[in-house]
């Protein structure tokens, strides 16, 4: 499977994705097959993708640190390949990895490489977004609301730039309960209920939850 015929390689991919909610083990195991096969047949881009989506996989599963060395090898891809978009997507993901077992340094270093490359040229706003929120939750968790504020605010001012309820209702709830804990509570009820509204509208039952619950903490 060459690296030229991303028709093919894209279908490879779909397939496993198809497979990913239901059968979340048949997935992964397919997913380390094929970044086996691209590392043996020099498919840097192919294996990439495959570690990107194994990543995806194991951070649904709750296993996302488990995935790093993986990352971390696609990123070295992506750097050999130039390939800034992919190795901010992938610096995401591994950012937030971090950040679930508590280590605030590494995922912070993660979460900036990912902003510095997705403020170059051809970027994807919806990781630079997504890198932001991450920082506030940082500075969430260590008690600086005021700056946690700032940054959720930074990443709604470009939400227009995406079509994507699902991150909007993301920054809307955290951007909610960092006014909430700043005591700003009437802006606070403006953000959870726009998420809330999102959240209804598009039925994701998970962001629907919270939304509701820091409101009736407002």
């Known amino acids: 499977m060459p690296d030229s015929n991303p028709l093919e390689q894209s279908a490879v991919l779909a397939n496993i994705e198809a497979l990913w909610h239901q059968h979340p083990e048949q997935a992964l195991s397919a997913c380390e097959a094929l970044i086996e096969s691209a590392r043996l047949q020099r498919q840097p881009l192919l294996q990439i993708y495959a570690a990107e989506l194994y990543g995806k996989i194991m951070d649904h599963e709750g296993r996302a640190l488990d995935a790093r060395n993986l990352l971390y090898e696609a990123i070295q891809q992506a750097q050999a390949l130039h390939n800034f978009r992919l190795e901010a997507r992938l610096h995401e993901q591994i950012a937030r990895s971090h950040y679930s077992v508590g280590d605030y340094r590494t995922a912070l270093q993660n979460w900036l490489r990912c902003i510095e490359l997705s403020e170059m040229d051809d970027a994807e706003p919806s990781i630079w977004m997504l890198a932001k929120v991450g920082l506030g939750q940082i500075y969430d968790a260590l008690g600086d609301e005021q700056s946690a504020v700032l940054l959720h605010q930074a990443a709604a001012e470009r939400i227009h730039e995406v079509n994507d309820p699902y991150l909007e209702a993301k920054i809307q709830i955290n951007l909610g309960v960092n006014l909430l804990k700043s005591q700003r509570f009437t802006e606070a009820k403006m953000a959870l209920e726009r ?20 409101l009736a903490e407002i």
């Open 195 to 214: 998420a809330l509204a999102l959240c209804l509208a598009q039925h994701f039952a998970d962001y629907t939850a919270e939304s509701y619950y820091r």
